[in-house]
């Protein structure tokens, strides 16, 4: 009885793991680009990118932006650098066979909220980014690398007119990759520095945190202001942390598993 409490309670710690885990930033790790043909970069603590994102707002149909008014935006990542473990920042770094690392979404998008006369908040809902090798300006003829799917993101924009520097703001984003990159070997770092995850590698979840921040450019792309909404483009520049957590799933499993053994070890007394 005494073992068939214990399977019981030890199913019921690991089904409960989902929910304690916590997700770990992680430094050091790996990018390896030799099966598309570039190279592989070691010791990497944060990329940082710079590109832009094309908005369109709408006013939900009264020509006013209120809460609850919806939004999307296409961006692309285009220059994306990186800092080393020891502080060293690599500007324009040579990814490969003269092919560039970027970011692209063209289906993001939210709500605005905590709208006032002077800012308004932006809550990203849906959409799916992109990792390509290639040339930034021929999307079809480059590689999909990976495929990420937003968890959550927020930001924040000034509204004290919708011309001039408005428009501008931070966003933050947690995009979880739905490609294994850990299993596949794009992406690797050492267990050892993180003993908590060693158990689940490579079957974790990973995601890239953005921290960004945009800036209303209208040099490129002129604001566009009518009864219906905006459009406008702004520039976009940031950090992108690499994050790690074990995989629900794996835990789910396992946990569902020494509860059926504690079942089956009930069956077979009766037996």
Same mark, same amino acid.
């Given at each position: 009885?005494?073992?068939?409490?214990?399977?019981?309670?030890?199913?019921?710690?690991?089904?409960?793991?989902?929910?304690?885990?916590?997700?770990?930033?992680?430094?050091?790790?790996?990018?390896?680009?030799?099966?598309?043909?570039?190279?592989?970069?070691?010791?990497?603590?944060?990329?940082?990118?710079?590109?832009?994102?094309?908005?369109?707002?709408?006013?939900?149909?009264?020509?006013?932006?209120?809460?609850?008014?919806?939004?999307?935006?296409?961006?692309?990542?285009?220059?994306?650098?990186?800092?080393?473990?020891?502080?060293?920042?690599?500007?324009?770094?040579?990814?490969?066979?003269?092919?560039?690392?970027?970011?692209?979404?063209?289906?993001?998008?939210?709500?605005?909220?905590?709208? $006032?006369?002077?800012?308004?908040?932006?809550?990203?809902?849906?959409?799916?980014?992109?990792?390509?090798?290639?040339?930034?300006?021929?999307?079809?003829?480059?590689?999909?690398?990976?495929?990420?799917?937003?968890?959550?993101?927020?930001?924040?924009?000034?509204?004290?007119?919708?011309?001039?520097?408005?428009?501008?703001?931070?966003?933050?984003?947690?995009?979880?990759?739905?490609?294994?990159?850990?299993?596949?070997?794009?992406?690797?770092?050492?267990?050892?520095?993180?003993?908590?995850?060693?158990?689940?590698?490579?079957?974790?979840?990973?995601?890239?945190?953005?921290?960004?921040?945009?800036?209303?450019? $209208?040099?490129?792309?002129?604001?566009?202001?009518?009864?219906?909404?905006?459009?406008?483009?702004? $520039?976009?520049?940031?950090?992108?942390?690499?994050?790690?957590?074990?995989?629900?799933?794996?835990?789910?499993?396992?946990?569902?598993?020494?509860?059926?053994?504690?079942?089956?070890?009930?069956?077979?007394?009766?037996?």
């Amino acid at each position: 009885m005494k073992k068939l409490f214990m399977y019981f309670a030890l199913a019921l710690t690991v089904l409960a793991m989902p929910v304690m885990a916590q997700a770990t930033d992680i430094y050091g790790w790996t990018l390896d680009l030799s099966a598309y043909g570039g190279n592989t970069f070691t010791n990497i603590d944060q990329l940082s990118v710079y590109g832009y994102g094309d908005i369109d707002q709408s006013y939900g149909g009264d020509g006013v932006l209120n809460s609850g008014d919806p939004f999307s935006v296409s961006s692309m990542l285009y220059n994306v650098a990186y800092t080393d473990g020891n502080g060293v920042y690599h500007n324009n770094p040579d990814w490969g066979g003269g092919k560039e690392l970027f970011f692209a979404s063209d289906n993001l998008a939210g709500i605005v909220t905590n709208v $006032t006369a002077t800012n308004f908040d932006y809550v990203y809902q849906s959409g799916d980014v992109t990792l390509y090798f290639g040339d930034s300006n021929n999307l079809a003829g480059s590689t999909a690398l990976a495929t990420m799917s937003l968890s959550w993101g927020l930001g924040n924009s000034t509204n004290v007119n919708l011309g001039g520097a408005a428009l501008s703001g931070p966003t933050d984003m947690g995009i979880q990759f739905l490609t294994a990159v850990l299993a596949n070997g794009l992406i690797s770092f050492d267990t050892t520095d993180y003993p908590e995850l060693a158990a689940a590698y490579p079957w974790l979840s990973t995601f890239f945190t953005f921290d960004l921040s945009n800036n209303l450019n $209208t040099n490129v792309v002129p604001l566009v202001i009518n009864d219906e909404g905006f459009t406008a483009r702004v $520039t976009t520049g940031g950090d992108i942390t690499l994050v790690a957590t074990p995989e629900p799933s794996t835990f789910l499993i396992l946990g569902f598993g020494l509860l059926g053994l504690v079942g089956f070890r009930r069956k077979f007394k009766k037996a």
